[in-house]
């Protein structure tokens, strides 16, 4: 099973940024699929997540309304995309396979290895 992020990278507040979790050896299309981030001497924080199909994608407050997230079964691919980023969008962000096809309906089971974001001037 491999979950690669990239993506990454430094942006300044008010840019954009998008990430890619590309994915092997599991049944990506059965599964829903998250981004959890953790800032710096902070702990995980769950970001967004969206169901097997992408019918239905889910945010936290905190990201509401500025990041977007979709998936391509096809590429067993999953993408955020980060818009109107802020220094507080600072973190290693981490691809997590759910472990059934609903995000709110169960925990994780896979993840990657992380991409690192940095908001800054």
């Known amino acids: 099973v491999q979950l690669v992020e990239s993506g990454g990278g430094l942006v300044q507040p008010g840019g954009s940024l998008r990430l890619s979790c590309a994915t092997s050896?599991?049944?990506?299309?059965?599964?829903?699929m998250n981004w959890v981030r953790q800032a710096p001497g902070k702990g995980l924080e769950w970001v967004s997540g969206?169901?097997?199909?992408?019918?239905?994608?889910f945010y936290g407050d905190a990201v509401k309304g500025r990041f977007t997230l979709s998936r391509d079964n096809a590429k067993n691919t999953m993408y955020l995309e980060m818009d109107s980023v802020k220094p507080e969008d600072t973190g290693v962000y981490y691809c997590?396979?759910?472990?059934?096809?609903?995000?709110?309906?169960?925990?994780?089971?896979?993840w990657g290895q992380g991409t690192q974001v940095t908001v800054s001037s």
């Open positions: 969206i169901d097997t199909d992408g019918s239905n994608a």
């Open positions: 050896g599991f049944s990506f299309s059965s599964n829903g």
């Open positions: 997590v396979a759910s472990l059934c096809g609903y995000v709110l309906a169960c925990g994780f089971g896979y």
